[in-house]
């Protein structure tokens, strides 16, 4: 079992930064990938940003350009740096991992974390 904790999150205005952390409960030995998804209220979860055990990273095509996604191995972290909010960035933040353990691939979620733009 991972436990994963989203910090960061909070009020920014529009064309203003955050950046998130998330801190897993363990080193985490076979990730598949990492990163974060998000849900604005009456919308589905959607990629934000992802790397991938080989250090590839996809990115939601709404973020491009805008968020970076990077891991620290050693802090067992991930972070998302936002940079040029814009309000419909507005949502709830999800660290996430997928694990190829023994019992096969096995999905973890963060317990999330309130982003909000507005001016």
């Known amino acids: 079992q991972v436990q994963l904790v989203e910090s960061g999150g909070g009020l920014v205005q529009p064309g203003g930064s955050l950046r998130l952390s998330c801190v897993a409960s363990r080193t985490i030995f076979s990730i598949v990938d990492m990163g974060w998804y998000r849900q604005a209220p009456g919308k589905e979860r959607e990629l934000v940003a992802t790397?991938?055990?080989?250090?590839?990273?996809n990115y939601g095509d709404s973020v491009k350009g805008r968020f970076t996604v990077s891991g620290d191995s050693a802090k067992n972290t991930v972070a998302l740096q936002m940079n040029s909010l814009k309000p419909e960035d507005t949502a709830v933040y999800y660290c996430?991992?997928?694990?190829?353990?023994?019992?096969?691939?096995?999905?973890?979620w963060g317990q999330g974390t309130q982003v909000t733009v507005s001016s």
């Open positions: 996430y991992t997928k694990i190829h353990g023994a019992w096969g691939l096995q999905d973890y």
């Open positions: 790397f991938t055990r080989d250090g590839s990273t």
